[in-house]
């Protein structure tokens, strides 16, 4: 295994308040890790610190080797780490494939200028190619502000990857998303970016989400991280049950041993 990211002893601070306390998390290529917590647990803050949108109090962030802690975000993007939002950030009346050709276009620039619409048709095979990795090609020529939810989604993630990145940040991304869409969502998620061995770290407060696509998960709690292993374990835990998830959620792994035990 490589390690990608390494956190040490990550503190943020504001004023008398940690957001985040001794964060020491190590991420590795390819890998897909769950976070979970409650409301101002610190998660994203720690998404944040790693991402160059807030510079940590103390502590330090090693990505592939070199210290990154207080970059700039254009400077983290283009290292190869990137994030995408709970709200989409899409140009909603234009379509899909204008969309991505925008985020195409501005990851190919040195110095992002004014943009101009591409007419370049290897750049549309790449947005095509793109947009057939996520599933969503079908859709390149409809609006944005016309597509459920999930769509929308998954085309600001896919345009979150047009610089290729080892590791995403994703927050919350299956916010918005209908129940009955959920899971299919984050399948088509995740083997997307399993196929270019894109490490994805995500924020979630569905545990069924986090059960079924993250192998492993950390629990953040007050600005520090209350447990850190395989999921399984991680939601078993008594600290991690008492204050984030509640003693009453029942893994579905768990319940249908229970239910095969009964049969
Ligand atoms: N810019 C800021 N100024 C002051 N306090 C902040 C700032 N950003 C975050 N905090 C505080 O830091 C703590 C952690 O917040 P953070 O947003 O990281 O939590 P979170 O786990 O992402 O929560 P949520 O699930 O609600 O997004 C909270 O107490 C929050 O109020």
Redesign the pocket.
């Known amino acids: 295994m490589t390690t990608i990211l390494e956190t040490k002893n990550l503190e943020m601070k504001?004023g008398a308040?940690y957001?985040a306390k001794d964060i020491n998390i190590s991420i590795q290529a390819g890998e897909v890790l769950g976070v979970i917590?409650s409301?101002?647990?610190?998660?994203?803050?720690f998404v944040n610190m790693v991402t160059g949108y807030l510079k940590p109090t103390s502590g330090d962030i090693i990505y592939r080797g070199k210290s990154i802690a207080g970059r700039p975000t254009r400077e983290v993007t283009k290292l190869g780490i990137c994030r995408s939002f709970q709200i989409p950030q899409l140009f909603p009346e234009l379509p899909v494939i204008e969309n991505m050709l925008i985020a195409l276009t501005i990851a190919k620039q040195d110095r992002p200028v004014l943009f101009q619409p591409a007419i370049d048709g290897a750049l549309e095979d790449e947005a095509h190619a793109l947009l057939a990795r996520f599933n969503i090609d079908g859709y390149a020529d409809q609006e944005i502000q016309t597509l459920p939810q999930g769509v929308r989604k998954l085309v600001d993630i896919a345009m979150a990857t047009v610089t290729e990145p080892d590791l995403l940040f994703l927050d919350e991304p299956t916010s918005g998303v209908s129940a009955d869409e959920k899971m299919d969502f984050m399948r088509v998620l995740i083997d997307a970016l399993q196929t270019t061995r894109t490490a994805v770290l995500f924020i979630e407060h569905d545990m069924e989400i986090v059960e079924a696509f993250s192998p492993r998960c950390v629990a953040?709690y007050e600005?520090t991280i209350l447990a850190d292993g395989p999921t399984a374990e991680v939601l078993e835990n008594a600290k991690v049950r008492e204050f984030v998830i509640g003693s009453e959620y029942h893994r579905s792994s768990s319940d249908s041993t229970q239910q095969a035990g009964a049969t």
């Open positions: 504001f308040v957001a917590g409301n101002g647990a610190g998660k994203t803050t953040f600005g």
